[in-house]
Structures are given as C-alpha cells and as structure tokens.
C-alpha cells in the first residue's frame, strides 16, 4: 500500500545564538529521518522527552519546514503543492493536528460552538449555518459529548481535561482528515480517564479509517493503542527501531528499546522485589551539542563497540527495521510475565 504520508532523509537544525554574534550554536534535533504513515493505520512514535517526536509532528503538519529532506502527501511532494494552491490546502485540511494541552489550545474566551465552527466556515465555505449546526452536533455526539446542547455555550474553562481532549478531537474531525498527529493527547488528564480517550482514539480508526501519529513517551499508551499496527522508537531524533508492535513490546531487538522495556515497574507483588538491572550504562540523555556521526546511544549502551562511532545503517529482520551495528551481541529480552523483562542468550 502506498504510504499517505513519507518522511525521507529529514533532518533539522535549529541555531541557537550567545552573547557573541559569532556565538552561534547548531543543534542537530532530527537526523536522516525516514518514516512512512499508510491509510487507516495506526503509528505509535515513543521516546524519551527531548528526542524529537513533537518536531516530527509538526512537520509532518507543515507547522515547520525541515532544513533538508522530502515530505510526501499521497506521493507528491508538500511544498511543491504549495504553487498548486487548492492541493496544499487540501494537505493542511487533510492532517491535523491534537496538541497535549488542551485548555492552551483552545481559545478561553470563545465558545465550544465558535471554536467548532471557526474551521468548518473557513473551508466548507458555502455551508449555510444550519448544516454546520448539524455537523458540530454529529461531530460532538460521535466523540461522546451527549447531548450536544450542555456544551456548545460553555467555555474551556468550565469543561474537564477529559471533555476538552474531546473537543479537539472533534474539532480535528470537522475537517474530514485522513490524518490526526496527537501529540501526548492523554498525558494531562486523570489517568482514570486517559483509557476512554485511547479507545475513543481507536474506534475513530476503526469508523472513518483515519490514520494516527500518536506520539508518547509512556509505552503501556502505545502498546493499548498502536495495538496490530506499528511502533516507531526514537532517541536523539533518529529512528532506533520501527516495526510490529506486539513484537517490540514482547522481544525488543535495539538496546535502547530494551532499556525502556525493562524500565516498567512491575505490577505482580510476587515478583516485586525482583532484582532487575537496567541494560543501560547512564540514565542520563547526552547533549546534541556531543554527538557523533554514529548511533546517538552509544555513551549510555552496555553492548557498544568501535562499529557504532561509524555511521549505521538499518538491519531488516522480517518486517522490522533496526539501527544496530552489534545486533548479533545484543542477549535477547524475552517478557515472562506482563510488566517483567530478562535478559536470555545471546543472538550470535
């Protein structure tokens, strides 16, 4: 199937400027990212706070333009579309966007009716406001907002984190996308509700066919969520390691999957003063400013050699893409019981 979004070798540097005019410092957030989201499925891009999911997120929305590489829309590249007109607008009104905040990313002094309404007017032009009341209430009533009436005349303020999450759902919908980048879309409300927002999530997929970017840095959203589709692990804005999710969570391959794997806590009492140690030299992140050409993981990875100062290129095993240069050296992780990981044997 041919992929509706393709990132192919983006990279992007941000500078950032001291006292000094010649101060300047380049840092280097994306590198060489390739990455393909296909109608109707569901990618699930985890990593660390700092390693460049947001950025993805917003290019792939065209909310930044990448220092270099290839953005495609259904094949065509996004920033050729842009002298086409009416094709650009269609890509900026096909993706959409679902930030983490949702009381910042609505306007507190509008209404839920005005904020739902805004989009709708701006491209279905010639929609009377009877047919965009009737939407706004379908669009409320398909995101569990029932009945539509006890919220269009509210403000943000007076709603919870959970129905303001909704909102944003339903505004993203007004458009008809086929894309929604959420961006940690539970990662601020009670965790009694964030299972609700997941499912909601789901079933959208699942009825309108609507693709997902769901970016997160908590693995048990992404294992519920990205549930027979795919997970994208990043750190220091490069891919580690990309494939079937229920194969990363069960068998991760790259070192640092490992690591965050066996990071979960674990849930069974039985089990709980099991002495597990980390597969990981330091748990602190490195600065961008010190990184090499080779794997970024390289200062904090048990198992690294003189291969991995090299740049490193991609292992396909089966459907899996790993950026390992010692794979054959990394002992396998097999989970024997939900939440518990060890090390086996060796791969070699």
């Known amino acids: 199937m041919k992929p509706l979004i393709e990132l192919k070798g983006v990279n992007m540097v941000f500078s950032k400027r001291g006292s000094f005019v010649r101060d300047e410092k380049f840092f280097h957030v994306l590198k060489n990212v390739n990455l393909d989201i296909r109608e109707g499925e569901i990618v699930a891009l985890i990593g660390e706070s700092g390693c460049g999911k947001t950025t993805i997120g917003k290019i792939v929305t065209g909310l930044l333009k990448p220092t270099s590489g290839e953005i495609t829309y259904e094949g065509k590249n996004i920033y050729a579309l842009i002298k086409l007109g009416k094709e650009f607008d269609?890509?900026?009104?096909?993706?959409?966007?679902?930030?983490?905040?949702?009381?910042?990313?609505?306007?507190?002094?509008?209404?839920?009716?005005?904020?739902?309404?805004?989009?709708?007017?701006?491209?279905?032009?010639?929609?009377?406001?009877?047919?965009?009341?009737?939407?706004?209430?379908?669009?409320?009533?398909?995101?569990?907002?029932?009945?539509?009436?006890?919220?269009?005349?509210?403000?943000?303020?007076?709603?919870?984190?959970?129905?303001?999450?909704?909102?944003?759902?339903?505004?993203?919908?007004?458009?008809?996308?086929?894309?929604?980048?959420?961006?940690?879309?539970?990662?601020?409300?009670?965790?009694?509700?964030?299972?609700?927002i997941l499912k909601l999530m789901s079933d959208l997929n699942r009825r309108l066919h609507v693709s997902f970017l769901y970016i997160t840095h908590d693995l048990a959203t992404a294992r519920y969520i990205a549930d027979n589709n795919r997970i994208v692990v990043m750190y220091l804005g490069e891919i580690m390691e990309e494939g079937d999710a229920s194969e990363i969570i069960s068998?991760?391959?790259?070192?640092?999957?490992?690591?965050?794997?066996?990071?979960?806590?674990?849930?069974?009492?039985?089990?709980?003063?099991?002495?597990?140690?980390?597969?990981?030299?330091?748990?602190?992140?490195?600065?961008?400013?010190?990184?090499?050409?080779?794997?970024?993981?390289?200062?904090?990875?048990?198992?690294?050699?003189?291969?991995?100062?090299?740049?490193?290129?991609?292992?396909?095993?089966?459907?899996?893409?790993?950026?390992?240069?010692?794979?054959?050296?990394?002992?396998?992780?097999?989970?024997?019981r939900p939440g518990i990981v060890r090390t086996g044997g060796s791969n070699s």
């Not at 679902?98 to 007017?121: C, F, G, H, K, W």
């Not at 006890?150 to 999450?165: A, I, N, V």
């Not at 940690?184 to 009694?192: A, G, L, R, T, W």
């Not at 965050?260 to 490195?286: C, G, H, T, V, Y």
């Open 90 to 196: 269609d890509y900026r009104r096909f993706v959409q966007f679902v930030q983490q905040d949702s009381y910042a990313a609505l306007n507190p002094v509008r209404t839920i009716r005005q904020s739902l309404e805004a989009p709708i007017m701006t491209h279905y032009r010639h929609d009377t406001r009877e047919q965009v009341g009737a939407k706004i209430d379908s669009l409320l009533e398909l995101v569990g907002l029932n009945p539509p009436d006890q919220f269009l005349s509210k403000y943000p303020h007076q709603l919870s984190g959970g129905q303001r999450q909704r909102i944003l759902l339903a505004r993203a919908l007004s458009l008809d996308p086929k894309l929604i980048v959420a961006d940690e879309p539970v990662s601020m409300i009670d965790v009694s509700l964030r299972l609700t």
């Open 251 to 336: 068998n991760p391959r790259h070192p640092y999957t490992q690591a965050l794997i066996a990071a979960i806590p674990i849930p069974d009492p039985e089990f709980a003063d099991l002495d597990r140690e980390l597969p990981i030299k330091s748990m602190e992140m490195q600065s961008l400013e010190h990184r090499g050409k080779g794997c970024p993981f390289v200062p904090r990875c048990p198992y690294a050699g003189s291969e991995c100062t090299d740049e490193i290129v991609p292992v396909t095993v089966g459907e899996r893409r790993i950026r390992c240069a010692r794979l054959p050296h990394v002992p396998v992780f097999s989970t024997i």
